[in-house]
């Protein structure tokens, strides 16, 4: 944790994992739930914590020992049940500590340290920092500012959940694809796992030391 950084951390475990067929939060990844593999390195570059839940029965389930002593921390249950990722992303943004926080999911078992301190660098002057690869934004891998609370709360409750349609209404400073692969080569920060083939392949990657 530096609190220089000023910046919460988000990450969302809401999601059902239908396509898994389990909780990918607590799926054994190399001896630890994957989530904890998510919080350890979430964990250098905030100073707090929010997790962002559909209900309380997620929310006891969540291995949040896993959290630095240190490190103040939560869990939300989600404020728009049915909003996706936008419905997370907006609760866990109402509740972090800090003007500024990082989301990521708790299925991305490759965050890359220095892409996200990257990121943070980039923020002065804009209301979010988003990564695009293939043209596309990865909006939970992103940086976003409470600015963007009554942006992302009127397309809730217009229920316009399309994360980047909201892009357009506020200062986002887009980080290319070149730029990401300068530290992240492989773009292995915005892979997560849906399926068992995903499961497969990040346990592989792991193994390799990525």
């Not at 390195?41 to 559909?54: A, E, G, Q």
């Not at 397309?155 to 300068?182: G, H, Y």
């Amino acid at each position: 944790m530096s609190t220089q950084l000023n910046a919460s951390g988000i990450v969302l475990a809401g999601g059902r994992s239908r396509r898994l067929g389990r909780s990918k939060a607590l799926e054994p990844f190399q001896g630890e739930p994957m989530i904890s593999r998510v919080i350890e390195r979430l964990s250098n570059i905030t100073d707090d914590l929010v997790f962002v839940v559909n209900d309380q029965e997620q929310a006891s389930g969540l291995p949040i020992s896993s959290v630095p002593m240190n490190l103040p921390h939560k869990t939300m249950v989600d404020m728009y049940p049915d909003g996706g990722s936008l419905g997370g992303i907006f609760t866990g943004l109402s509740a972090a500590i800090s003007q500024w926080a990082f989301v990521v999911a708790c299925d991305m078992p490759f965050l890359n340290v220095d892409l996200m301190r990257q990121m943070l660098s980039l923020r002065e002057g804009y209301d979010a920092v988003v990564p695009r690869t293939d043209g596309y934004p990865e909006p939970t891998h992103a940086l976003y500012s409470k600015s963007c609370l009554q942006y992302m709360e009127r397309r809730l409750q217009n229920n316009d959940l399309k994360i980047a349609r909201f892009f357009d209404e506020v200062n986002v400073r887009f980080l290319e694809e070149t730029e990401v692969r300068e530290i992240d080569g492989d773009l292995l920060s915005f892979f997560n796992v849906n399926t068992q083939d995903d499961l497969d392949r990040a346990l592989t990657l792991a193994e390799e030391g990525r």
